[in-house]
């Protein structure tokens, strides 16, 4: 059984639970269909996406990368924050803009921190770690690397989370995790975290390097390259292994108030 803390509208504090064989939930000694259960966003703090952390995403942009005004790969790891307007759980919609035909859909591994991060090493990052989620970092399609994509990552819905935290112990390996992302019921893309150019660990010693990590803050490993596109009343489903899955339908924005459809 895995162990998860989860969130469920309408109730503040945070749930824990029991994931069993057969997918459905025990909390408080009462077993639960996930589909049944009303759950929120199960993190309050600040999401970090990290770019250019697959080994395939990479050498797409390298060539880019080389000309000007960069000329070189990165260094360091490359961040961008996706705010709290951002957030929504599984199975509410994801606005679709006006004049926007189709959205990237970014398969993220969030690590969830556990406690105050400041320049941990590789060896003892597990510590700092309170479990994974899974994030959808949905975006507008763009092809620039030269300034911070805002109007395309951080508008209301694009970031769906859930369906819970799955503790750092019920995860066997975060760096060898296959990733589906499926649309309409199709499965449109696969790839794995061994596919990661900073690992879990390294990825938070080198963030924690330069800036500090709070509890309850979520660090995204990155999004595989060739993200998949969906439309208007697609259904989108990501899912990771051992972590879980979300779902969520695109909608026309102006049919979406609040989170909800009109």
């Known amino acids: 059984m895995q162990k998860v803390m989860l969130k469920l509208r309408g109730i503040e504090q945070v749930l824990e639970g029991e994931v069993n064989e057969q997918g459905t939930v025990e909390i408080q000694g009462i077993d639960y269909e996930l589909d049944a259960l009303p759950v929120d966003v199960p993190v309050n703090g600040t999401i970090y996406g990290t770019l250019l952390n697959y080994q395939g995403a990479f050498e797409v942009l390298e060539p880019a990368m080389k000309e000007a005004p960069y000329k070189n790969p990165p260094k360091a790891p490359v961040l961008y924050i996706k705010p709290k307007n951002t957030f929504i759980s599984s199975g509410k919609p994801i606005p679709l803009p006006e004049q926007v035909e189709a959205l990237e859909i970014g398969a993220a591994l969030g690590i969830v921190i556990g406690k105050t991060a400041t320049k941990v090493s590789e060896k003892d990052a597990q510590q700092y770690i309170a479990g994974y989620t899974v994030v959808n970092d949905v975006s507008i399609p763009h092809e620039s690397v030269h300034r911070p994509a805002v109007k395309e990552k951080a508008r209301d819905g694009f970031c769906p989370i859930g369906p819970w935290i799955v503790s750092r112990d019920s995860v066997e390996n975060a760096n060898d995790l296959r990733i589906i992302v499926s649309i ?6 696969e790839n794995t975290t061994k596919n990661l150019i ?7 010693a080198d963030v924690t390097g330069y800036m500090t990590l709070y509890k309850g803050d979520v660090l995204l490993v990155g999004v595989p390259e060739n993200a998949p596109l969906a439309k208007a009343n697609d259904l989108v489903t990501v899912e990771i292994e051992q972590i879980g899955k979300i779902e969520n339908r695109v909608m026309n924005e102006q049919d979406v108030i609040g989170g909800d459809t009109v």
């Open 198 to 204: 900073r690992s879990v660990e390294k990825l938070i």
């Open 184 to 189: 309409n019921g199709e499965v449109n893309q």
